[in-house]
């Protein structure tokens, strides 16, 4: 059963920074592509960065120069670094394992996910 269990969100104030990590289990996980999206209060999910199995990165516009995905294949751990932060950071954030054999085009997109973490809260305050 694959299990991803995310944690590190918190409340914190603008320009500071926060560090969640997923531990993953019940899987391969050195063979997957991973990826990190949010959803905000009232908004859809939405990409915010992702990492192929080869250590390969790319991020959504409004996180780029800020967030940095890392993995650590011994621990079967994702990361998410983040710095910066503003207050339309807000959301709940969430890692999730990409389905075998989705193209690396194809990573910003949720519906390629099949495995989603339980989501952890992260909060701005301006």
């Known amino acids: 059963e694959v299990q991803l269990q995310a944690s590190g969100g918190g409340l914190v104030q603008a320009g500071e920074s926060l560090r969640l990590a997923c531990v993953a289990s019940g899987f391969n996980f050195n063979r997957y592509h991973m990826g990190w999206f949010r959803q905000g209060p009232g908004k859809e999910r939405e990409f915010v960065a992702r990492?192929?199995?080869?250590?390969?990165?790319d991020y959504a516009d409004s996180v780029k120069g800020r967030f940095t995905v890392t993995r650590d294949n011994t621990k079967s751990t994702l990361y998410l670094q983040m710095n910066s932060l503003k207050p339309e950071d807000t959301a709940v954030y969430y890692c999730a394992v990409a389905r075998r054999g989705t193209i690396i085009s194809e990573l910003p997109n949720p519906a390629r996910y099949d495995d989603w973490g339980q989501g952890t809260q992260v909060t701005v305050s301006s």
């Open positions: 990492i192929t199995w080869s250590h390969y990165t």
